[in-house]
């Protein structure tokens, strides 16, 4: 009798435990990702195409990449047209928009796939996750 409420007891303790940690994962993953954010996507122009980003990598207009002003850089996001419903994964690498009620500025492929290419789209950025610590861009810089 006593070894099995023992057996009892210590099943019940592991399960416990085991939801309490799956609870607080779930709670910490949840915790440290921003909500997401609406507001105007613009595109990037094709003159910065070849020329270095926050990231210290070329802008390469043919990439899914995006400007942010304030997520760290490798950050992955995906951006939704408001008008239409199309949506793209983009990463962050880098700074921007420099124009005021603007959240995001994108890569001319990434436009294209929410079909727009010029002028701005009302979207919402929700963000998917952050590079990995220690994650570094394709030219090597953090």
């Given amino acids: 009798m006593f070894g099995q409420n023992l057996q009892t007891a210590l ?12 609870m607080s994962a779930t709670a910490g993953n949840s915790a440290s990702l921003p909500p ?17 980003t926050a990231s210290g990598e070329p802008y390469d207009s043919r990439a899914l990449t995006a400007a942010h002003r304030t997520l760290p850089l490798g950050t992955r996001i995906r951006v939704t047209n408001l008008d239409n419903g199309k949506s793209v994964r983009v ?7 420099h124009v005021r009620g603007r959240i995001v500025d994108l890569s001319s492929s990434a436009a294209a796939a929410l079909g727009f290419s010029t002028g701005v789209a009302r979207v919402r ?14 030219r090597g810089h953090p």
């Fill in 11 to 22: 099943l019940l303790s592991v399960t416990l435990a085991a939801a309490g940690i799956a």
């Fill in 36 to 52: 997401p954010q609406e507001g105007l996507a613009s595109v990037y122009s094709k003159d910065f195409d070849g020329k270095r």
């Fill in 91 to 97: 990463r962050v690498n880098d700074r921007g928009p």
């Fill in 125 to 138: 950025i929700e963000i998917l996750g952050h590079a990995a610590r220690g994650e570094r861009s394709a």
